[in-house]
């Protein structure tokens, strides 16, 4: 083999070698995406969320965390085989809890005529999208991990990467925190939300409001 | 219980960020997605089946 083609192959290993590391950036950013599309039907269509969808939001950030696990290491220069097992394997224990709440809210409307909860985004329900959504990433996992050998890459370039970590970690903690405050609020001072939340309860429980 | 849970992922969130040790990021994880499991068990009124003929 010619020097020219040995350096355009170990070009294309080294871009292959950093798949999994953008994997686990999509997942922090996707995830996080996707919550921020149920604050967004929350606010702006000023729809409030009940309480799978809140167990939902949950187990997504737990997922998105998963890829943080790796992308968090990566930043360092240096990742580790055991790391990319130990993030992918919390982003598939969260994704398939994810997508049993899911399941279980899609069956609970699962009859014919029954309206669902909340509003349709783009034809099918949120907790519908979900559920997809979560089937999506398991499987898209489990093919980036056949090819493990190739796409985990033990060394990582430090430009962008580390200012790639530092965007989506500053992303995802902060929708946590804006979900934190929103369900407080909503939450009030109780340990549970209702079946069928109608109100924000904290503004209530402090007589903020009559 | 869901404010509590999503202050746990916000303490996770800054541990790994922190790069504080793999156990105590791994016990924050595990800690919070094992309270969500309960909370959804909470929020699970009826069987699984729901009278439906599967």
């Known amino acids: 083999m010619s020097v020219l083609s040995e350096n355009a192959t170990d070009r294309r290993r080294s871009a292959l070698g950093q798949t999994q590391f953008w994997l686990a950036c999509l997942f922090v950013v996707g995830w996080t995406g996707v919550v921020c599309g149920g604050l967004a039907v929350q606010f702006i269509s000023w729809d409030y969320p009940c309480p799978l969808c809140m167990v939902q939001r949950m187990f997504m ?66 907790y519908v999208w979900a559920l997809l959504l979560f089937v999506a990433a398991i499987a898209v996992i489990g093919v980036v991990l056949s090819l493990s050998n190739l796409t985990g890459a033990g060394s990582l370039p430090a430009v962008p990467n580390r200012l790639v970590g530092r965007v989506c970690f500053g992303f995802i903690g902060a929708v946590i925190a804006v979900n934190l405050v929103s369900v407080f609020a909503l939450e009030g001072l109780h340990w549970f939300l209702p079946d069928d939340p109608d109100r924000y309860r904290l503004f209530y429980d402090l007589h903020l409001l009559p | 219980m869901d404010t509590l849970i999503f202050a746990g992922l916000l303490a996770t969130v800054a541990m790994m960020y922190q790069q504080r040790s793999r156990r105590a990021v791994l016990g924050g994880w595990w800690i919070v997605f094992v309270l969500t499991c309960l909370l959804l068990g909470h929020h699970i009124t009826s069987g699984l089946g729901l009278g439906l003929t599967w």
């Open chain 1, 61 to 126: 950030l737990l997922a998105g965390l998963g890829g943080g696990y790796i992308v968090r290491n990566a930043m360092n220069g240096e990742i580790e085989a055991p790391d990319y097992a130990t993030g992918w394997g919390l982003a598939l224990i969260g994704c398939t809890a994810g997508g049993f709440a899911s399941w279980r809210q899609t069956m609970l409307h699962i009859l014919p005529g029954d309206p669902g909860y909340g509003a349709p985004v783009l034809g099918l329900h949120m």
